[in-house]
């Protein structure tokens, strides 16, 4: 009897599981910073954007044929978008497993509409949503494209110095800049001075096309050395000597290892860093131009731009 009343009841604000769809694929993008989640897009539109504007047009679609107009044909399109939408779904279904991992935002989302297609599916013919599923699970067949994002959900980013210090020190460079390799050994030298009262952050802002090599491999050697200053000093002083040479990343990494200098090599970590932390601090400071620095200090964020307000700015720290 339960059952049947909870059946009753959703038949009649069939609305509600449109609109738990959206706000399950809204609060699932927590999902990418705690679990091993897909990416992907449908006809180059991302999955997320893609999902939302769908059950956004199965709720007005509903709301209009509740609301404004109850028409047999209204209803028949609701049923054939949402039969579409199940062919779609088994094809992300088979992605999921193919891969071996389980997204839960895409498997809720999945349910609600599974649940809305049995509850409507009486107003159109067997034969007709067949054809729509399989319309569906072709379509999608061929326009989706994903791929699955490791999880590193307790991984932070290069990092350094004290936590608990009241002021944070955010470097942004790019190893092709020249002006910052000429005052990298100068910020070094304050940044070491400052290591026990303050939390400092390197940022590589990727401005020129070949920096993003550069960038990954110090990640590389980051992913081995943990938060050593010193290391990481060393590290960032070589990198911009070989980025004023040119030197390719083969070339680099050959050059590391033969001063013994270890790297556990990770791609998809390494861009994973810089879609979830670099891009989105250089979003917040709104950085276009290095070398930079952004001083957090008593709840106030200042940034400095150019090597001579840079250099200004941290000894003025001392």
């Known amino acids: 009897m339960k059952a049947t009343r909870v059946v009753s009841g959703l038949q009649k604000r069939l609305w509600i599981l449109p609109v738990l769809g959206v706000l399950t694929i809204i609060i699932g993008q927590l999902c990418a910073a705690k679990c091993s989640y897909i990416q992907g897009d449908i006809l180059g539109i991302d999955l997320n954007i893609f999902g939302i504007l769908y059950y956004s047009s199965l709720l007005v679609s509903l709301l209009v044929y509740i609301n404004i107009c109850p028409k047999d044909w209204l209803m028949k399109a609701i049923v054939a978008v949402a039969s579409a939408g199940v062919g779609a779904e088994l094809i992300l279904i088979k992605f999921q497993v193919e891969n071996s991992v389980y997204c839960p935002k895409c498997l809720i989302s999945g349910f609600l509409l599974l649940v809305l297609f049995f509850l409507v599916a009486q107003h159109l013919k067997k034969w007709v949503i067949i054809l729509l599923i399989?319309?569906?699970?072709?379509?999608?067949?061929?326009?989706?494209?994903?791929?699955?994002?490791?999880?590193?959900?307790?991984?932070?980013?290069?990092?350094?110095g004290t936590d608990k210090a009241g002021i944070e020190i955010i470097v942004y460079s790019d190893y092709l800049c020249s002006y910052c390799r000429r005052i990298d050994q100068q910020t070094n030298m304050i940044l070491s001075k400052m290591k026990k009262r303050a939390r400092i952050v390197f940022i590589d802002v990727p401005l020129h096309p070949q920096s993003l090599d550069y960038s990954e491999i110090f990640l590389y050697t980051w992913f081995v050395s943990g938060n050593n200053l010193e290391n990481a000093f060393m590290v960032r002083e070589l990198l911009f000597d070989l980025a004023a040479k040119k030197t390719d990343q083969t070339?680099?990494?050959?050059?590391?290892?033969?001063?013994?200098?270890?790297?556990?090599?990770?791609?998809?970590?390494?861009?994973?860093?810089?879609?979830?932390?670099?891009?989105?601090?250089?979003?917040?400071?709104?950085?276009?131009?290095?070398?930079?620095?952004?001083?957090?200090?008593?709840?106030?964020?200042?940034?400095?731009?150019?090597?001579?307000?840079?250099?200004?700015?941290?000894?003025?720290?001392?």
């Open 134 to 160: 399989a319309t569906g699970l072709l379509f999608t067949s061929f326009t989706f494209n994903g791929s699955v994002i490791p999880s590193y959900a307790d991984e932070s980013y290069p990092q350094f």
């Open 251 to 318: 070339g680099v990494i050959t050059l590391l290892k033969s001063k013994g200098i270890q790297l556990s090599i990770d791609r998809e970590r390494a861009r994973s860093i810089f879609r979830r932390f670099y891009n989105e601090s250089i979003k917040t400071d709104k950085v276009s131009a290095t070398p930079a620095v952004v001083i957090v200090k008593g709840g106030e964020r200042k940034k400095y731009v150019g090597a001579k307000a840079v250099l200004k700015a941290l000894e003025e720290l001392l």
